[in-house]
C-alpha cells in the first residue's frame, strides 16, 4: 500500500469523501445508462421479443439455431415483460441492472486487488463512462449480463482465497452459480469461464511454493479435501455446461455457421485486434491495461496480472482458432482490462509517490483523461436510431427523392415506424415514375445497400461520383437518377427499377421476372414488397407494392426481356453524378 495516495484510509472525514466519490461516479454511470434508453428496437431485440419470449423458458435455453438467442437473457426479458408489461424500457430492464451493477463490483475488485483509493477510483469512473458498457446496459441482449456473470464469478474466487473456512461454502456456491450463468447467457462464455478456472487451479496448486514445478499435481492432490466445494463446484459448471453445449451442438453449430469472419492472415489478425480493443477501451487505454497486466507478473502469487492476461490472451487465440467475433463479443473482458489500468494507476503513481501530490494528481488525471478520450472518440458507438432517422427523413428531405436504407436495418424500420415507412417510401416511388428525382443511400458511404435474391446483405461499390450529406447520426450519398436506355446502357452501370402500385397479381409477376434473371439483380428495401391496408374511418383500402433493384452488370438482352415483361409499370433509371 503507498501511503501517499492511501492516506485517506486514516481520517473519517476522508472516508465520507471517498464513499461520496463512488457514489456520484456511479450515478454518473446511472445517468448515461438511462440517457438513450427510449431508442427504437434493434434487429436482434425486436426478434428475441417476436421469437424467444413467447416460448417456454425450457424451449429458450434449447433454441440455439440462431446466435442471437442469448438464453438466460432473453428468459430474464419473458418475466421482465410478463410482470411489468411490454415497452422498451422493460424490455431493456434486465441489461440495465446489470449494466448498474457492473460498477460497483468493477470496483470492489480493483480494491480487494490494490487496496488503493485512487486505482478504485479509476477504474470505477473508466467503467461508469465506458461506451460499450453503457450501448449494452441500454440493449436489451445477453452481453450486459454475462459480462456481470464473469465479473462476480471473479470476486467469487478472490473472496473464496481470501475468506475463513466457514465462509468458503458461500463463495464455493456463488463461483458455480455464476459461472454457470457466464454460459448460459451467451454460448462463448465456456472460453471465458476456462480461463477464470485454468487460473484459479493453478494458484491453488503453487500457492505453496510460488512456482510452476513437478510437484504442481501432488499440490492439487493435497488440497482437494480443503477445496472439496470448490472443485464440487468446477465440476458441476463444466459438467452440466459442456453437456447442454453438446445436446444442442448441431443447433449451435449452425447458429454459428454465419456468425463471425474467419482469421486467414496476419494482416486480418491485426486489423481484428486493432477494431475489438478500439471497441472495447480505446487504444490509447489499451497501453496502460498491458501495463497493469504486465508490471507485477512475478511473483506468480500476483494472480490478478495473470489472470486478466490469461483472459484477453484466450479470448484472442479463440478467435483464430475458430472465428472473430464483433466487438460486442469480448465485452466480458473490459471490467478486467479497466483493472489492470487501475494496477498500472497505483504502480505510476507510486513512482510519483516521494515527488509531491501535484504530480501523482497531474499522472492520475492524465490517465483518467487519456482513457475516456480514447474510449469515447477512438471508433463511433452506438447504432443509428432509424426511428428518428426515418423521423428527420420524412420531414426534411424533398418527396422527388427515394431514400434507400441500409439493408440490415430494413427489419427495425419495419418494427418501429411502420406504417408510415411504407406510405413515405410509396409516395416518394410514385413520384420518381411520374418525374424522375434523386436517389440517396444512407449509411453505407461510397456503397449501394442492398439484398441479394438468397437474403444475404450485399454492398455495390458505385463509381459514380455522390454528393455527401450529413443526417441525424448518418450520412447519405445523394446521385442524379437519370432514365436508362437499352442502347446506352453501360455494363458498369448501377440500374435502379421502380416498380408503381398495381394489383398484387402483377407485382408477382414483375417480381418473378426479375428475381429469375441470371445476372446479379440484388433486391433494395426487400421489405416494401408488401400490400399495405389502411383503414381510416371510411373503410378506404390502400394497396401498394413496390420492388426496387439493381444490378451492376445487366446485359442489353436482359434489359429488353426486363422492360417487356413489366411494360406500363416499370422505370429504369442510372445512377449519375448531381450537377453542383
Known amino acids: 500500500m503507498t501511503p501517499a495516495i492511501d492516506r485517506l484510509t486514516h481520517s473519517p472525514l476522508r472516508r465520507h469523501v471517498f464513499f461520496l466519490l463512488l457514489f456520484l461516479v456511479t450515478a454518473t454511470g446511472f445517468f448515461l445508462r438511462l440517457l438513450w434508453l427510449n431508442r427504437s428496437l434493434e434487429y436482434d431485440e425486436i426478434w428475441t421479443l417476436t421469437n424467444y419470449l413467447p416460448l417456454s423458458p425450457q424451449e429458450i435455453i434449447n433454441s440455439l439455431e440462431a446466435p442471437n438467442n442469448h438464453p438466460l437473457s432473453s428468459i430474464l426479458m419473458k418475466y421482465s415483460v410478463s410482470l411489468f408489461g411490454t415497452s422498451f424500457q422493460i424490455l431493456r430492464l434486465p441489461a440495465l441492472i446489470c449494466g448498474i451493477a457492473i460498477i460497483p463490483l468493477t470496483g470492489y475488485l480493483i480494491f480487494l486487488v490494490t487496496r488503493s483509493q485512487a486505482a478504485v477510483l479509476t477504474g470505477m ?93 501432488n499440490n492439487l492432490v493435497k488440497s482437494f479435501r480443503s477445496n472439496l466445494f470448490l472443485w464440487l463446484a468446477y465440476v458441476v459448471i463444466f459438467g452440466i455446461g459442456t ?136 471508433l463511433p458507438w452506438f447504432a443509428p436510431d ?75 461499390i458505385c463509381k459514380v461520383k ?24 453501360d455494363i458498369k452501370d448501377i440500374i435502379f427499377a421502380v416498380i408503381g402500385p398495381d394489383v398484387e397479381s402483377k407485382v408477382v409477376e414483375v417480381k418473378n421476372a426479375l428475381l429469375t434473371q441470371p445476372t446479379g439483380w440484388h433486391v433494395v428495401n426487400p421489405w416494401l414488397t408488401t400490400t399495405i391496408q389502411k383503414n381510416n374511418g371510411s373503410k378506404d383500402v390502400l394497396q401498394y407494392s413496390t420492388l426496387a433493384k439493381y444490378n451492376d452488370g445487366m446485359t442489353s438482352a436482359a434489359y429488353k426481356e426486363l422492360e417487356d415483361n413489366c411494360k406500363g409499370m416499370v422505370k429504369f433509371y442510372v445512377l449519375r453524378e448531381l450537377p453542383r
Open 386 to 460: 432509424w426511428k428518428e432517422e426515418f423521423k428527420y427523413v420524412r420531414k426534411n428531405i424533398p418527396s422527388n427523392t427515394y431514400v434507400c436504407y441500409p439493408a440490415n436495418a430494413t427489419y427495425p424500420l419495419m418494427w418501429n415506424t411502420r406504417p408510415q415507412i411504407f406510405l413515405d417510401t410509396a409516395s416518394r416511388t410514385e413520384n420518381i415514375l411520374r418525374n424522375g428525382g434523386i436517389f440517396i443511400q444512407l449509411g453505407t458511404p461510397g456503397n449501394i445497400s442492398v439484398m441479394d435474391i438468397d437474403g444475404a446483405e450485399k454492398k455495390l
Open 125 to 217: 469512473l473508466l467503467t461508469s463512462c465506458n461506451p460499450m458498457l453503457i450501448e449494452y446496459s441500454q440493449t436489451a441482449r445477453g452481453y450486459s449480463l454475462q459480462c456481470l456473470m464473469l465479473l462476480l464469478m471473479a470476486l467469487a474466487a478472490v473472496l473464496y482465497e481470501q475468506s475463513k473456512e466457514r465462509r468458503k461454502v458461500f463463495f464455493a456456491l456463488l463461483l458455480m452459480f455464476s459461472g454457470l450463468a457466464v454460459i448460459f447467457s451467451v454460448t462463448s462464455g465456456i472460453i471465458f469461464v476456462t480461463s477464470l478456472a485454468t487460473v484459479h487451479v493453478l494458484y491453488i496448486a503453487t500457492r505453496s511454493s510460488n512456482k510452476l514445478d513437478f510437484h504442481l499435481i
Open 243 to 378: 453437456k447442454w453445449l453438446v445436446a444442442n451442438y448441431d443447433q449451435l453449430r449452425a447458429g454459428q455457421a454465419t456468425y463471425g469472419t474467419p482469421i486467414r492472415s496476419l494482416p486480418h489478425f491485426v486489423l481484428f485486434l486493432y477494431l475489438t480493443f478500439s471497441g472495447l477501451t480505446g487504444l490509447m487505454l489499451l497501453i496502460f491495461a498491458f501495463w497493469g497486466m504486465l508490471c507485477r507478473l512475478r511473483p506468480l502469487r500476483a494472480t490478478a496480472n495473470l489472470g486478466i492476461l490469461t483472459l484477453v490472451s484466450s479470448a484472442m487465440i479463440m478467435a483464430v482458432i475458430f472465428s472473430a467475433g464483433p466487438p460486442r463479443s469480448y465485452m466480458p473482458l473490459i471490467p478486467f482490462m479497466l483493472t489492470a489500468v487501475a494496477i498500472a494507476v497505483k504502480d505510476i503513481a507510486g513512482r510519483f509517490s516521494g515527488k509531491g501530490i501535484t504530480a501523482r494528481n497531474c499522472c492520475w488525471s492524465a490517465i483518467i483523461l487519456i482513457g475516456l478520450g480514447s474510449a469515447w472518440w477512438s
Open 466 to 489: 455522390s454528393i455527401r450529406m450529413k443526417f441525424l447520426q448518418t450520412a447519405g450519398e445523394a446521385y442524379a437518377l437519370s432514365p436508362a436506355s437499352q442502347s446506352a446502357l
